[in-house]
């Protein structure tokens, strides 16, 4: 397994997958391997469908983690071991489509507040004001932010892309009022180790924590603030392209979900029962 593991890591980074993909995808075919108590390169079509089955139906797993054993696998077989004739036995999950958790402006602003912290706060602007995934925010540089062109450069986004988004005004104060504080040299948001970006994990953490205070009952998340970001965007008439170009999504369809969730729009259309005449819909 080990030379296996290896070419198959290295397979990951060449084609720029991300470092927490790659862990995960070497994870989940390990699982397999530990349970079939047999290397991946020897089974067949029937031992991975039977490991899957035990999966769903025995250990009951997450979607999230049939998903992820389903790409890690599919992966595997298709580049790795460049066996194609298994992939078609590996089932993706079926999807379900729920719509973003999405707060109010008024819900932002609460959740600014419950935020003492200056790094926090400026935390979670950035990740508001630019739409950021956390990933994205713990990766930014002091250099990224350009005060002169008024935008922040998302280096090594989803897929490994570059792309910049605009820098509020209020959002750059805030920022430099956290700098003359903290004086990060490297990392915008520097972690409890010095020389070190804030982890994941902490962020997580201090907006759910925020979001608790604030008296917010919605699942307040970095996420549900990239959401916000995108949603407010199409409710201000922002394009929809526009859009995709700023979050980074690689389809317009990725990108769409966030019409079904903008509240704005549909305010601004008339039911055709108020066209009915008053004296029909009048209350005895």
């Known amino acids: 397994m080990s030379e296996l593991r290896r070419q198959m890591e290295t397979d990951l980074r060449v084609r720029n997958y991300a470092a927490r993909?790659?862990?995960?995808?070497?994870?989940?075919?390990?699982e397999m391997a530990e349970h079939l108590g047999r290397s991946p390169d020897t089974v067949g079509h029937e031992e991975i469908r039977g490991y899957l089955r035990y999966l769903k139906e025995e250990r009951d797993v997450s979607r999230s983690s049939f998903k992820q054993t389903g790409g890690a696998l599919r992966f595997l077989y298709q580049v790795t071991l460049d066996r194609p004739e298994l992939v078609p036995h590996i089932p993706y999950p079926r999807q379900r489509r729920r719509n973003p958790v999405v707060l109010s402006p008024g819900e932002v602003g609460r959740l600014?507040?419950?935020?003492?912290?200056?790094?926090?706060?400026?935390?979670?602007?950035?990740?508001?004001?630019?739409?950021?995934?956390?990933?994205?925010?713990?990766?930014?540089?002091v250099r990224d932010i350009d005060s002169a062109r008024m935008v922040i450069t998302v280096r090594h986004g989803k897929g490994d892309k570059d792309r910049q988004v605009v820098l509020p005004a209020v959002l750059l104060e805030a920022l430099r009022a956290y700098w003359r504080v903290y004086r990060p040299q490297t990392w915008l948001?520097?972690?409890?180790?010095?020389?070190?970006?804030?982890?994941?994990?902490t962020v997580q953490k201090v907006i759910r924590a925020a979001g608790e205070r604030a008296g917010i009952t919605k699942a307040v998340t970095p996420r549900a603030l990239r959401h916000s970001y995108a949603t407010h965007l199409l409710e201000s008439g922002t394009d929809l392209r526009?859009?995709?170009?700023?979050?980074?999504?690689?389809?317009?369809?990725?990108?769409?979900?966030?019409?079904?969730?903008?509240?704005?729009?549909?305010?601004?259309?008339?039911?055709?029962?108020?066209?009915?005449?008053?004296?029909?819909v009048a209350a005895e």
């Not at 993909?21 to 390990?30: H, N």
């Not at 935020?115 to 950021?132: D, E, Q, S």
């Open 21 to 30: 993909t790659q862990a995960i995808y070497v994870r989940r075919v390990a």
């Open 112 to 141: 600014l507040e419950a935020l003492r912290n200056r790094k926090h706060r400026a935390l979670a602007m950035t990740l508001y004001g630019g739409g950021l995934r956390t990933s994205e925010v713990v990766g930014l540089d």
């Open 189 to 201: 948001f520097e972690g409890q180790v010095p020389g070190q970006p804030l982890r994941s994990r």
């Open 242 to 280: 526009v859009i995709q170009t700023l979050l980074g999504h690689r389809a317009l369809q990725t990108t769409a979900i966030y019409t079904h969730v903008a509240t704005a729009r549909l305010r601004s259309i008339k039911s055709p029962l108020d066209a009915l005449s008053p004296e029909y």
